[in-house]
């Protein structure tokens, strides 16, 4: 429950940071207001998957099931596990997201075509990234954060910018290549934007990683990730906020020095 | 502008009918621009309701409209432009108006006990409004405005709607919530089958008649489901594929049918199936070799057992990991039909799967099997597993023809060509021939043996056509555990919500059955079986090979 707590926290914690990106329909969507919080300082954390109350400052294994314990909170992104490629190569990340590309893994995906891609090498790698998590048979939030997704594309190609839009499937094992192309198709999305869907586990780990993972797949945020790779600028932002606000959180991601 | 003000019934102003008779740009001038009153209840105020609702059942569910006419949605306040079948009602609000609430989202309850609570509504949010008028819930829908003037949440479009599908919409929604299906009352539910009652099948068809009958007898005999008693219609086949559709849709319009089992639709598959897509009848267990199983799926339809494409794959699969097979070069040997020409492909996907190289695919005209060129063919690129297509006699004349020349290659049947003449191949294809069965008699489980035979003996069913009775069966059983796990409150699409969570769901007699979202076959794979021709029998060469 501790861990659930503190995941909420700086979930919420990270929404909160972006705030000029959010308009004021998170809130009323939330049902209430609530105070914004500060972002909390965390240090390195790891916990047991099954038993959320084992929890250790260091990698280990659970000593009730001994499976390997799983990073929670990070202080300082360097501290998370070498295993991703760009490890060297991240600058310091934003504070206001705890996010750096050396978090993004390289897991093998298709795309809407059926192409096989490698998530972090092919779509984010050195480029300017928007992502979103959808479902394509989500159907209250998801088609209208994909109409805006689509109307930021339009806005980002007539100001000329190079940023590419992933949209990454939180239901892998419904959604197939087949499903992501008509979803979208129907939202007319042009080149330069991929629906990302692959193998449960490895769509698993991506999710975590990006920290859009949950347990009910109609509990999913309308959360955008926004991130420079060449600068290691990262942030989140809420996905149905209006598109010009999405632009500007885009923009200056593809702008940051 | 009162947005109080009870809704008007009495006719729209002029101005209001010439801004809505445009076409779907005019109306968005007309949202953007003009006060645009609804003209709703008018022009079919004569027709029966019925008609009107169904219209607005259309609209809501699809976001089209039967008139044809343009339903676009605009998002937020950059108006963003989508077409209404992206964003439909049913989206968000859901099939029984309660709303589905997603990622912190949550959408209005529009049934109209809800809409029309004679308070003032407070939301979750905090915004109060008074009772919905239908000129109020025109405003919404088009303006996105409550009626106390407030803002609807962003993630509700605004809608440019023509005045009349808009009045169908609206017709509609006071029933959400309370309609029904047809085929089902508190006390009834009307269940259909389809059986060929001519020809050489009509033996059989008595026999699906006769079992259908029996498992929805005795299920009344135990009280029915929740309280409702079952009663089974039968329609029969024609002598072509599209009359026997015209004699389905009107068996299902006349007799009110809620869902159909065990179906024959072996040779019309063509012609039913986009047909129950059409009426939206699900289907479970049809008698067919050929599921179409192919995307977009026909959410309607759940098979029991591989088709031949099903079968043929598990083959590949099978000769893949044989050791003796897989060093071998693969034929296919098919007549030439649209059907076969897709198991050919399909054949090709689990090659690649399976990592072994593109079979030679060899065709001929039906009927025309030219059996000596076909084996010089086969001899001459030294094919030693050859998966075969036709029927058993053409299987039969090419294994002759290699025979002469004592040339045994492997071959693979798929049980539909299958019959005991089979047992009258060469001797020298002792051991190389093998066939591929859907299920087999090690799936039958003793209870399940014993419940069936229970059925069939209280009820003297028939004792040939045990095949044909089995899969009726099943699918009978099936449909009577969907209908008990989607609960008393059942409509098709939550029947058919309900299948797609089944899994490992064992009848019995056939494989375990899984369906899913994308998954329409229950028992997807096949078993391999060699032929003993000295002791004339089966004789199991695999496990279940499963295709997931």
Known sequence: ?257 | MNFLQPGTKDGPSLRSRTLFTGLGFFLVLAFFVGPGRGTHGIARAQEPLAQRERRGKQIYVQGTAPSGKEILAYLGESSIEVPGSAMPCANCHGLDGLGKPEGGVIPTNVTWEALTKPYAVPHANGRQHPPYTERGLELAITRGTDPAGNKLLNVMPRYAIEAEDLGDLIAYLKLLGKERDPGITESKILVGTVVPARGALADMGQAVKAVTTAFFAELNSQGGIYNRQFEVKYAETADTPTATRTNVERFIKEQQIFALTGAFIAGSEKEMIPLLARQEVPLIGPLTLYPQIDFPLNRQVFYLLSGVDGQVQAMIHFAAKKPEFRTQHLAIVFPHTEINLRVVEAVKEQGKKDGVSAPQAYDYAPGHFDVAETVKQLRYHNSQVVVFLGGTEDALSLMTEADKSRWYPNVLLASASGGREIFGAPVGFDGKLFFSFPTSPADQSPDGLKQFQALAEKYKLPTHHLAAQISAYCAAKILAEALKRAGKDVSREKLIQTLEGFYEYPTGLTPAITYGPNRRVGAMGAYIVSVDLKEKQFVPASGWISLN
Not at chain 1, 110 to 139: E, H, M, P, S, W
Not at chain 1, 180 to 191: E, G, N
């Open chain 1, 1 to 257: 429950m501790l861990t659930k707590a503190i995941i909420v926290a700086l979930v919420f914690g990270l929404v909160s940071a972006a705030a000029p990106a959010i308009d004021s329909s998170l809130l009323s969507a939330r049902g209430q207001k609530k105070p914004r919080q500060k972002v909390q300082r965390q240090v390195a954390r790891y916990a047991c998957p099954m038993h959320p109350d084992i929890t250790s400052t260091k990698q280990g294994k659970c000593p009730k099931c001994g499976m390997r314990l799983r990073l929670v909170t990070v202080k300082d992104p360097v501290e998370a596990p070498a295993s991703t490629p760009a490890a060297t190569a991240a600058k310091e990340a934003d504070d206001s997201t705890g996010f750096s590309s050396s978090r993004v893994p390289d897991v093998k995906v298709y795309d809407q075509n059926g192409n096989r891609l490698n998530f972090y090498t092919d779509l984010v790698k050195n480029k300017t990234v928007a992502i979103n998590f959808i479902f394509t048979t989500c159907t209250t939030i998801c088609p209208p954060m994909t109409a805006t997704f689509r109307r930021v594309q339009q806005e980002l190609a007539n100001a000329a910018l190079d940023v590419q839009l992933i949209s990454i499937s939180v239901d892998p094992s419904t959604d197939t290549p087949e499903r992501l192309r008509d979803f979208a198709a129907k939202f007319k999305a042009a080149p330069g934007w991929t629906f990302v869907t692959g193998d449960k586990a490895e769509m698993d780990s991506l999710l975590r990683a990006l920290g859009a993972a949950v347990a009910d797949k109609n509990d999913h945020t309308p959360m955008i990730l926004v991130g420079n790779d060449t600068t290691g600028y990262w942030t989140r932002t809420y996905g149905l906020s209006a598109p010009t606000t999405l632009v500007k959180v885009i923009t200056a991601a593809a702008n940051h020095k």
